[in-house]
């Protein structure tokens, strides 16, 4: 069985300063790990997946295996990124694998 | 580009009662996914049809719940009866071989 676990509900920090969505994950084979994000009023999209290794709107995540963890980092939060983030898993060598998510972390960012 | 369609968007229906939401994919995306989303939860896969066949519905209440593709295009998720627990936003995402999953807005179903 898959799960994703996403420790904090509610995460508010200030404009500038760093944040860290937390997510950790447990499954006994080598997954796919992605962010999803929905903002205010707009459909849910991923946000970056680990195969890609790249930087989206200044986020990046890494995979630790020996943690099981794929936290979400920005080093100087926007206001424009309050949203809803959802970490998610697939079974790794699955294109068209189940999607598991996590319950969700609202960030806000005040200014 | 267009996007997943969804309709209705609201739903409002008394328990015991039926109801169908509908799903128009991306064009030419084979994948299609409805996901239950419960307040205050993440999305649950209920059903995952690649073209017109089912892949999996293992979390699909089938007592009550069913699903159809039937041209592998666009899909209907039906309720029948509806219990107050199936009070939920209910997705549908599709997804082509680059295999990224684009939702729709969703439908929020009341019951009472």
């Known amino acids: 069985a898959q799960r994703v676990t996403q420790p904090e509900k509610l995460l508010s920090v200030f404009k500038g300063a760093p944040v860290e969505l937390k997510c950790n994950y447990s499954?006994?084979?080598?997954?796919?790990l992605f962010w999803y994000v929905q903002y205010s009023r707009q459909r849910l999209q991923l946000l970056l997946r680990?195969?890609s290794r790249e930087s989206i709107k200044g986020f990046t995540a890494d995979l630790n295996k020996g943690e099981t963890s794929f936290h979400l980092k920005k080093p100087f939060a926007q206001e424009e990124d309050s949203a809803m983030y959802y970490c998610?898993?697939?079974?790794?060598?699955?294109?068209?694998?189940?999607?598991?998510f996590g319950q969700g972390t609202i960030l806000t960012v005040h200014p | 580009e267009a996007g997943v369609a969804q309709s209705p968007r609201y739903k409002i229906i008394e328990k015991r009662q039926s109801v169908a939401f509908w799903c128009n994919p991306i064009?030419?995306?084979?994948?299609l996914y409805w996901y239950q989303q419960i307040l205050g939860q993440g999305p649950k896969l209920l059903i995952q049809?690649?073209?017109?066949?089912?892949?999996?519905d293992s979390q699909l209440p089938k007592d009550r719940f069913s699903a159809e593709r039937l041209k592998g295009v666009d899909s209907t998720l039906k309720i029948q009866p509806a219990k107050l627990e199936d009070s939920a936003v209910y997705l549908c995402?599709?997804?082509?071989?680059?295999?990224?999953?684009?939702f729709g807005p969703g439908t929020r179903l009341t019951v009472l």
């Open positions: 995402a599709s997804s082509s071989s680059s295999n990224e999953q684009f």
């Open positions: 499954y006994s084979g080598s997954p796919e």
């Open positions: 680990h195969i």
């Open positions: 998610a898993l697939r079974p790794g060598g699955t294109s068209y694998g189940k999607l598991t």
């Open positions: 064009s030419g995306h084979a994948t």
């Open positions: 049809f690649q073209n017109n066949g089912v892949v999996d």
